[in-house]
């Protein structure tokens, strides 16, 4: 009998601390996430009412909109994580998901949302300062302002496009890099020669904008926020400039496949007739003509080197020694034959002696 209670206590103690290890799982596992059911309450009563005290926007506008607690259960990204529930389902763009800020993360979002800026404006306000609060404005440190850290407004030419800290009335501050997705190689087809054309190093005039593209008088003009890659329209008056007097039109063109331009004025696409030339001695043919080269856009500096838009000397012209040329072509040319007024060359003149002529 002695036996018997003896293994009797001894299973007794054995239950006993099965229990309480059971219970202790028990309180541990409540302290678990686990997806939101129907029944179960995370959040206060009105939550989700816009016009409930313990509505989350009032809650979160309190906190500086510290989105930390939220993350914790709705994971970085607000797509659910252990609730279960997507911040999304209600709204769409807001919370802003982790790396929003950064210089790929903030671009790519609005292009892939097709540029919500009146959702933005929801929050932000409609100049996008906050309507006063400093947490929600766009235009403060770390966010849109210039290299002089004054505000500049997310609808800025150079927001999107460019230089992102240019300050206001810069020279070709539009023009990529960096590219509408953050690209900044010359090599990716967004950024490529744009400098080259607006800026520095261009071994011509410096070009506008509307040489190649529509630009847009506002923001959301019709075709200005589309799909990429951006349109290519000749539209001003220099790469399909009249020459030979006006009796010798270019047609120029851009392949989107290629990437490379036709028939531009710009790249040799010309003539001029000893008839009606100013000069009409420097002539060994009846017409003088461009070498109508065909550049890549991301190609580099040689496509736009000496000699490649038209032949040196062109063809057509008495044969003369590079160093020559500015004897001629005063004041554009040096004695080593580079170009030393960027502004007078390819500028749609044929500069002479000190002077300019039409083509």
Not at 178 to 183: A, I, L, M, R
Not at 223 to 233: F, N
Request: some cysteine.
């Amino acid at each position: 009998m002695r036996t018997y209670k003896h293994i009797i206590v001894i299973l007794a103690g054995f239950l006993a601390i099965a229990s309480l290890m059971l219970t202790s799982c028990s309180d541990l596992n409540k302290e678990l996430p686990v997806a939101v059911s129907g029944s179960q309450k995370v959040h206060e009563e009105g939550w989700l009412t816009t016009a409930s005290a313990n509505f989350h926007g009032e809650a979160l506008k309190k906190t500086q909109y510290d989105l930390y607690d939220c993350s914790t259960c709705h994971s970085k990204q607000y797509t659910g994580g252990v609730s279960g529930v997507s911040c999304y389902s209600c709204h769409s763009l807001y919370p802003h998901p982790a790396g929003f800020k950064s210089a790929s993360g903030h671009p790519a979002f609005l292009y892939n949302q097709s540029y919500p800026l009146g959702q933005c404006k929801t929050c932000h306000g409609a100049t996008y300062n906050g309507d006063g609060n400093t947490v929600l404005t766009c235009m403060k440190s770390g966010c849109h302002v210039d290299a002089n850290n004054a505000p500049k407004s997310p609808e800025s030419c150079s927001a999107c496009h460019g230089s992102f800290t240019a300050t206001p009335g810069t020279p070709g501050a539009a023009a990529p890099p960096s590219s509408v997705q953050g690209e900044t190689s010359t090599g990716a087809r967004g950024v490529g020669a744009h400098q080259k054309h607006l800026a520095t190093g261009t071994v011509g005039k410096t070009l506008k904008c509307q040489e190649c593209h529509t630009v847009p008088a506002q923001l959301n003009a019709a075709g200005h926020l589309g799909t990429l890659p951006a349109e290519v329209a000749f539209n001003d008056t220099l790469a399909s400039l009249k020459t030979a007097r006006g009796s010798f039109t270019t047609i120029p063109s851009y392949s989107s496949a290629t990437l490379k331009c036709s028939n531009t004025y710009c790249h040799g696409s010309w003539k001029i007739r000893k008839a009606t030339s100013a000069t009409p001695y420097v002539y060994t043919d009846s017409v003088m003509v461009g070498a109508n080269f065909a550049p890549s856009w991301t190609g580099g500096p040689s496509n736009a080197s000496c000699g490649s838009c038209h032949g040196l000397p062109p063809t057509g012209h008495i044969n003369v020694a590079l160093s020559t040329c500015g004897s001629c072509h005063l004041g554009v040319v040096g004695s080593d034959g580079t170009i030393t007024d960027k502004s007078k060359h390819v500028n749609g003149k044929v500069n002479v002696f000190g002077q300019e002529y039409a083509f």
